[in-house]
């Protein structure tokens, strides 16, 4: 009989009527959603600009998520009506009614499964796929579609059959950086889009090998979101290494560029504040100057007229 694991499904979007929900839409209890979120939400943006699909695997303290997708509703679906969409029955025609939101606008989520690393037996993955988790999702989606109030719903866990891993199968192969502006980063040169469950697979084991070491990937990254992801390895989509680096380049020029804008701007301005308070110390010093001679002055006549009354009472004597 096979081993099995406690997978907690995750989700991650809008209803019809509401927004993102804070949290997750569901969640296991203890999970991280803070910690969580920074993943998801990187792996949503931009998602509808690189083909509408992005597959994801990652750690959340004690929890590593597997099966990750982020995708654009409509997109998904094509993708499984083509693949697996024989696994399903009315799921495929119902799930038309929830890919739009009350405003028309085009749904995105992100869903997978939560697996606690030390329940996981070394060199194993869940026996999960695109189907489960997309499964997963319309049955929650279906339940909470309409809702005009929402808050994070707790995750029941799914008792999930696993499978030995082939750790003859995939072997990931990076880009050289020269340029030392990935800085930990890592791009995958050997992502093969047929093969992203070999892919995904391998990132899981080894992350459940070595909890120290951080293996966590998001497929097709742009130039301009890659670096500063928190994702630490990731494919590329719609252009070549060289290309990639040449617009990261560009962006990080630019980037230097505006900050040493911003820089100067201050500078000028700190140097107004300081031309301003000059120039008004300097007024109420010629002010003070101008009233300190007009008391001398003063003072003066007061002292010859003095002295003049006492000059005149001694000749009138």
């Not at 899981?204 to 742009?222: A, D, H, R, Y």
């Amino acid at each position: 009989m096979a081993d099995k694991v406690k997978a907690y499904p995750l989700i991650y979007g809008r209803t019809y009527e509401l927004d993102y929900i804070s949290g997750f839409l569901l969640r296991p209890d203890d999970f991280d959603a803070a910690v969580g979120t920074r993943y998801v939400s990187r792996a949503l943006q931009d998602v509808k600009y690189c083909g509408g699909i992005r597959y994801a695997v990652f750690p959340v303290g004690g929890y590593i998520v597997y099966g990750g997708v982020a995708c654009v509703s409509k997109i998904l679906l094509d993708k499984i009506r083509n693949g697996s969409g024989e696994k399903l029955g009315h799921e495929i025609l119902d799930f038309e009614k929830y890919l739009h939101d009350s405003s028309g606008r085009e749904i995105s989520f992100f869903a997978g499964f939560a697996v606690k690393r030390e329940e996981i037996k070394p060199g194993y993955v869940p026996k999960l796929d695109l189907t489960d988790t997309f499964r997963v999702y319309y049955e929650k989606i279906k339940e909470n579609w309409d809702a005009s109030f929402l808050t994070t719903i707790s995750s029941e866990a799914m008792d999930v059959e696993t499978v030995k891993y082939d750790e003859g199968g995939f072997s990931p192969k990076y880009y050289d950086d020269p340029t030392g502006l990935l800085k930990d980063l890592k791009i995958l040169e050997n992502y093969k889009e047929d093969h992203y469950q070999e892919i995904i697979d391998y990132y899981f084991v080894q992350m459940c090998k070595n909890p120290s070491i951080e293996e966590s990937f998001l497929s097709g990254s742009f130039s301009k979101e890659a670096v500063g992801s928190p994702f630490k390895r990731t494919s590329l989509y719609g252009l070549t290494f060289q290309k990639f680096l040449s617009e990261l380049e560009a962006e990080q020029k630019k980037k230097a560029e505006m900050q040493e804008k911003q820089k100067k701007q201050e500078k000028t301005q700190e140097s107004r504040v300081h031309r301003t308070v000059k120039e008004e110390t300097d007024k109420s010093s010629q002010g003070n100057s101008q009233i300190e001679k007009k008391n001398m002055w003063l003072g003066i006549a007061a002292s010859v007229l003095i002295i003049g009354i006492i000059i005149l009472a001694i000749l009138l004597m």
